[in-house]
């Protein structure tokens, strides 16, 4: 795997003006990866794919950005980079739905993220789950589900502490809770709410100095601008618009100057012609809007657009245009039921999350955090269509755990098996599965594993069971078989396993086939 460090400072630098830098850098690390036999490259560099991810989402090269997306899907991804990969893939529909105004599949979309907020929660390296958290924000902003955004952007925050120090992502993720909070806003005051609009511009003004002050690393520098302009849009319909004016302006001259990218920039544009505005100069806003309005890329998100050609007729309307009053009114018709859209699809979303959770808790024993017996069932009938491959069942039975009931509670025997259950899973492969079948019993299928190293397997646990505190061990049955025929496999590892229960337990016992049966006609011959 490529060092941490250096995917955190290409995910800052594409981010920082030097996004195409930033693909090159990690095109060339993929060109040295391993590659198998099926032309695809090793789960490892999933995080390189995610830096081209985010470097053509930069650039507005969608086909590229759509392109590197698929790529990454297709490694075997921790699951930190596969939620992110799942997140970009339904930010980038979402966005392509809206921009082509035709159907998509707003279903798939909201599966897509809710599968990657469950997946980020797997994830134990920093990088990774920090820059899951950033994709699925940036998915949920695409769908204006602002009350899901932030919770992700906090806990990136938090988590990018575990992260060397020495990069700006710290800084970079208060930016974003400060523009979400901004395009909150805006849209805020286009359904005409300005009391709750002005809280939000209050916190993105919190945000974007928090972030000023904690900017760090080689690109300290642009952090910090981006930082103070997101502050200073947050006054302009607040306090000293003449200041913030002059400040979203000169920072403005600044980022561009660095090449950022017009579409970062774009939430800007709104409140540079407000501060203008309530600084008396209403032809300047409307000459600075109407620049901005020619400025904006395509692929511009429609809340951004709408602020824009709101904020255009709103300074036309001033001037005394009954044209652009009209259009205001409609203007807000529409937005109003944007945003109604917007709250039936938040809704939508915690349906599917309270689906999403119902579906795990049916799989899953709620004590031990193992599969369950309908989940080690499941398991079985699907292997069984593997007829040429080769399975190892263990059937594992507690000894002595009625005693640590009687004597200490049930407490102390859900605390067991808890304990039991982590020993077991720690001894097993990632495609291997433990399960809780019930009460003290667990299972453990093994695909691909024969007898023997089964048995090595059924020792380790044995063992290690063995050592934790308390009375309990185990009696483990061991029994494999082609999967074809995997269910008579479970029996005979049962069978197996209450034998090792008769000689007193704490012990495997491994279920041998008998020998082939030899009949008189398959006896070699001693005439001739």
Known sequence: MQPVQEVVRLLEQAQAGQAVEAIARADALLGDAEVDDDGNVDGDHACLHFVRVIAFNVLGDIPAFE??????????????????????????????????????????????????????????????????????????????????????????????????????????????????????????????????????????????????????????????????????????????????????????????????????????????????????????????????????????????TAAHHHTHALLLAALGSSVAAAGTAYGRTLAVALWQQRLRTLNSVETIRSMEQLRVEAWIDPLTGLANRRAFDAAVSNYEGGADMWATVLVIDTDKFKQINDTDGHAAGDAALRAIADSLSALVRADDLVARLGGDEFAVLLPGLGNALGREVAQRMAEAVRGLDGPATLSIGVAGGPASTLPAVVELADAAMYRAKRRGGDGVEVHVPPPPTVTASSTPSLAA
């Open 67 to 304: 392109d590197a997306v698929e790529r990454m899907l297709q490694t075997e991804a921790s699951p930190g980079w596969r939620a992110a990969a799942l997140a970009s893939r339904a930010g980038l529909r979402s966005r392509i739905g809206e921009a082509q105004a035709a159907p998509y599949d707003l279903d798939g979309v909201l599966h897509d993220l809710v599968k990657a907020e469950s997946l980020v929660l797997d994830e134990t390296e920093p990088a990774a789950a920090v820059n899951a958290r950033v994709a699925i924000a940036i998915a949920f902003y695409e769908l204006r589900l602002y009350e899901l955004v932030g919770p992700h952007y906090e806990a990136a925050y938090t988590l990018s502490a575990k992260l060397e120090p020495g990069n700006g992502n710290r800084a970079m993720w208060l930016i974003n809770l400060a523009e979400l909070h901004l395009v909150w806003a805006l849209e805020l005051y286009q359904v005409g709410d300005a009391a709750t609009a002005e809280s939000h511009t209050t916190r993105a003004e919190e945000y974007g100095e928090r972030a000023a002050a904690e900017a760090q690393g080689p690109d300290a520098e642009v952090w910090a601008d981006y930082a103070l302009l997101a502050a200073a849009c947050a006054k302009a319909d607040r306090q000293l618009p003449i200041a913030a004016a002059t400040e979203i302006g000169y920072y403005l001259g600044r980022l561009r100057a660095r090449g950022i990218s017009a579409l970062l920039l774009a939430f800007a544009g709104p409140f540079h012609a407000v501060a203008l505005r309530r600084s008396a100069q209403p032809e300047e806003a409307l000459e600075v809007i109407e620049q901005a309005i020619a400025a904006l890329p395509p692929d511009t998100g429609v809340v951004l």
